[in-house]
């Protein structure tokens, strides 16, 4: 009898344990999805930066150029 009580309090550990682990799995997807996000957002918003300064730079080489043809 205490042989049985034994597998059984060992199966439920081994269960919980195993549904621990799988929900601990899920949050970690979650937060490396979230984070993968992120960086995509971050490069998007640097990248629209990169393309205003471009943007800023061509008008004022413009603002040369016809300075130089008077």
Request: hydrophobic share 35%; glycine share 4%; proline share 0%.
């Amino acid at each position: 009898m205490k042989q049985l009580l034994t597998v059984l309090v060992a199966a439920m550990f081994a269960a919980v344990s195993v549904a621990a682990m799988a929900q601990d799995t899920k949050k970690m997807e979650k937060t490396d999805k979230m984070e993968k996000s992120q960086k995509m957002d971050k490069k998007k918003v640097e990248k629209t930066k990169m393309q205003k300064k471009k943007g800023e730079k061509m008008k004022k080489g413009e603002g040369k150029k016809a300075e130089d043809k008077k």
